[in-house]
Structures are given as structure tokens and as C-alpha cells.
């Protein structure tokens, strides 16, 4: 387990020292959300309508935009082969990146979610359940967006194909967070949706590893 | 079992013998299926003739599924024993398998027109099957993005295998969820609920659409072993 937290550690130093790659998918996510208001009318009721829907979007095209770093680089400087032949499965070193990624763009994303919310008029009911619904789904985001991204190293045009390959993947997590949101807002309760986000995130943590590991072992062969 | 039909060329013994079989099957079923949908089925006492369309929508949806099947098993048999033929028949099911997909999305949007008075509605069936379509293009597309064919054959097989999580959802979305789109009448517990006037063209042109995708699946791999012994004759010539 000693190597797993190191290759969280590392992926972690890396994206701070590095500077801006993952603060830059977090400033995408303030800007884009931003951008809504302003093409769309700054009425509150619509805001407060759609408002969920476009945060899950943007949160959505956020976590997409910072995956196509997430092995390419390793692979472009030779060390994924390294961190693929180490002691530790490979399936684990997925989870330890993911872990990373999320840490590093989910979780700021998380955090700044609420505050784009009351921007965008949202029901303060609205609030807890937008913020426990990301916090249950952006892992499930860095986890399914590893598959492509392992899928696609070195591809040509790896960043298009990962978006086509991804993003239908992604529909269910988009259907069931916006879903929480304007259940909760709207009264009956958002614990069914809260219930199939947490299934969705526990069935990704376990199938989408694997599935990445092997999508890398074959890229590296 | 497997590995005896893993050989190309007796594979291509095979295909031979099969296709003229399964093409004329394809012909006769379709031609009397078609003619009894058409013209020998009563129109239904709610939909009218607009239920005929039911008999090409239904049978090229459960192909759509029967080919991500079929691309799946592909997929999982060559990544695990690693026949490069079973790459060549996951890849040549997935155009198929495409266009399957869209006439059954197609045909749905003509069907739901009249019926329900809309197109296209956000239900579990009709974005379920969407995201196939999706799936599929995705597929190709990753067989495209690289230079080196085993690397995009393993990739392709990988997402494929992913994909596969969406077809229990697409059989059962109709049952987990409250959707627009009708419940199952043929496969279901205690036998069909649709009568027998209207199965049996509906059976029939599930056969035809069976043999002609055999038929088609077929010819595409044959095309696609053809396609590469010319490349690796090629490049003998280039290197000779």
C-alpha cells in the first residue's frame, strides 16, 4: 500500500509544482458557468431553473478537458512504463492517479460549486444536495475518464476521440446529479439519486481500474 | 472449438459454404415477411397501418443489440487468446451494428410521430439506445486514431468490453423506469402478449435481418482478411 500513496504524492506534487494544469480545468469551470448568465439572460427564475443542469455540464466538460493530461504525460517522458512494471498492480496505480486527479480538480470543483449556485439563483434547498451530489459523483467522473484516457495514449487527435469516447459515458451521472438537485428543490428528496451515485462510484471504482490497466499494458506493448 | 475456427483460411471455407445460405434464407424470410406485415396483418385497432412499422423497428433494434453482442464477444475472445480474427469480426461488426442502431432510432422517430405526437422524447429506452449509437461511433472512431493496427485492434476491444454495461441497461430501462416507450411483448415471462397475426411477420423479418447481417458480417471479414494479405504483399514487394 506504501506505493500507492506514493504515486498519489507524486501525481499531487506534480500537478502543484506544475502550476495551473489542474487550476486551469477549475478557472474553466468558473468561466464557462459565468458565461451562461450573460448568453442566456440574467433573469433569476431561469437561472434558477437550469442552473443545476449547466453547473453538472460545465463540471462535466471541466473534469474532460484535464483528463487528457492524466496519462499522456507520464507517457510522453517514459515513466508510465516504469510506474506499470513497479511492485504495485497496475489496476492500483490507476486508483492512486484517479485519486489524484480528483483530489487535485474534482475536489477544488466541489468546493466552488455552492458559490457558482447562489450566483446562478439557486434555491438555497438546492445547495446541500448539488454539493454532496458532486462530491458522490466527481470521483465516478476521474474514474470512467481514466478508461479513455488510457484508451487514447498516444492516439492520433487523442483529446476529440477521448471527448467522443467519454462523454456518453458520462450521460448517467449527469442524469442522476442534475436529478438530485431539482429533486431536493423541488421536495420529494434526493436519496434515491444520492443511493444510484454512490452505486455508480462504487461500481467504477472497482470495474474502471482494471479496465484502464489493461487499456495501458496494451498501449505500452 | 474456438481455435479450430480461428484458422483464416478454414474460416474462409466456412464463410463461403454459409453465405449463399444465409442470403437466400435472408431473401425468403424477409420476402414473406414483408408481404404478411405488409399486406396480410390486420392494422391495429389504436395505431392503425402506422404499426406495420413496428415490423423493421423491432427487428433492427434487437439486431443493433445482438451486434454490440457479438463485437463484445469478439472483443473479449481476442483480447484473451488473442486470435487476430476475432479482432477483424468485432471490427467489422460495429458498422453493422451502427447502422442498425440508426435505422432503429430512425424508424422510432417515424413511428412516434403519429403515435405519440413527438419525435424524439428524453425517455430511458430512446437515450439508452442513443448512447449505443454513440458507443459504436466511439469504436470506430478508435479503430482510426492510430497508425499501428494491433494497438487500435486492443484499444477498440477494451471499449467495447466498457460498452457492454449499457446493454442491460437499454433491455431493462423499460422496466426500471417509467418511460413513454412500451414495455416488452415478445421476450418476456409467460410468453408473448402480441397476437400471433402479428408475431409471425414479426419473426420472420427478425430471421431476415439475422441472415442479412451473417451475410454481411461475413463478406466484411472476408473483405477484411482479403484487405490484408494484399497489404502484406505489399509491403514484400516494397521491401523485395
Known amino acids: ?221 | 472449438m474456438l481455435h479450430r475456427f480461428a484458422n483464416p483460411a478454414r474460416f474462409l471455407r466456412i464463410a463461403r459454404w454459409v453465405v449463399p445460405w444465409s442470403a437466400s434464407l435472408g431473401l425468403v424470410s424477409g420476402a414473406a415477411g414483408l408481404y404478411l406485415g405488409l399486406a396480410g396483418s390486420p392494422a391495429d385497432y389504436q395505431q392503425g397501418d402506422t404499426v406495420r412499422i413496428m415490423y423493421v423497428h423491432v427487428p433492427a433494434a434487437w439486431m443493433a443489440l445482438a451486434a454490440y453482442a457479438t463485437m463484445a464477444l469478439a472483443s473479449a475472445v481476442a483480447l484473451i487468446w488473442k486470435h487476430p480474427l476475432a479482432d477483424l469480426i468485432a471490427k467489422s461488426t460495429a458498422p453493422i451494428g451502427a447502422t442498425f442502431t440508426a435505422i432503429a432510432l430512425i424508424t422510432g422517430a417515424l413511428w412516434g410521430q403519429p403515435t405519440w405526437g413527438t419525435w424524439w422524447v428524453w425517455d430511458a429506452r430512446l437515450t439508452s439506445v442513443l448512447i449505443l449509437l454513440f458507443l459504436y461511433v466511439g469504436y470506430l472512431a478508435l479503430w482510426n486514431a492510430f497508425d499501428d493496427p494491433t494497438r487500435a485492434a486492443r484499444a477498440a476491444a477494451v471499449l467495447a468490453l466498457v460498452g457492454v454495461v449499457n446493454l442491460p441497461i437499454i433491455k431493462f430501462s423499460v422496466d426500471w423506469w417509467n418511460t413513454l416507450h412500451q414495455p416488452a411483448s415478445v421476450l418476456k415471462i409467460g410468453g408473448p402478449t402480441i397476437h400471433p397475426a402479428m408475431l409471425t411477420p414479426l419473426l420472420l423479418m427478425a430471421l431476415a435481418f439475422l441472415c442479412y447481417f451473417i451475410t454481411l458480417l461475413l463478406l466484411r471479414v472476408r473483405g477484411e482478411l482479403a484487405a490484408r494479405k494484399l497489404r502484406a504483399l505489399q509491403a514484400a514487394r516494397a521491401e523485395g
Open chain 1, 1 to 221: 500500500m506504501n506505493g500507492f500513496w506514493l504515486v498519489v504524492g507524486r501525481d499531487l506534487a506534480l500537478a502543484r509544482r506544475q502550476g495551473g494544469e489542474s487550476g486551469l480545468a477549475l478557472l474553466f469551470f468558473v468561466l464557462g458557468t459565468v458565461l451562461f448568465p450573460l448568453g442566456i439572460g440574467p433573469e433569476t427564475q431561469m437561472l434558477a431553473r437550469a442552473g443545476a443542469g449547466l453547473l453538472w455540464i460545465m463540471a462535466l466538460l471541466a473534469v474532460l478537458l484535464s483528463l487528457e493530461r492524466l496519462f499522456q504525460t507520464d507517457f510522453e517522458d517514459g515513466s508510465l512504463d516504469l510506474l506499470i512494471m513497479a511492485p504495485l498492480a497496475a489496476s492500483l496505480t490507476v486508483l492512486a492517479k484517479c485519486l489524484a486527479h480528483w483530489l487535485a480538480t474534482g475536489l477544488p470543483m466541489v468546493v466552488t460549486a455552492p458559490l457558482l449556485a447562489i450566483m446562478l439563483a439557486m434555491d438555497p434547498a438546492g445547495l446541500g444536495a448539488l454539493t454532496l451530489a458532486m462530491l458522490l459523483a466527481t470521483p465516478t467522473l476521474s474514474l470512467i475518464g481514466a478508461i479513455g484516457a488510457a484508451l487514447t495514449v498516444g492516439a492520433r487527435r487523442g483529446g476529440v476521440l477521448l471527448t467522443l469516447l467519454v462523454l456518453p459515458l458520462y450521460i448517467p451521472v449527469l442524469i442522476f446529479g442534475a436529478g438530485a438537485v431539482e429533486a431536493s428543490v423541488a421536495g420529494p428528496g434526493a436519496k434515491g439519486h444520492f443511493m444510484i451515485l454512490g452505486a455508480l462510484l462504487l461500481m467504477a471504482a472497482t470495474l474502471a481500474p482494471p479496465a484502464a490497466a489493461a487499456a495501458l499494458r496494451h498501449a505500452l506493448e
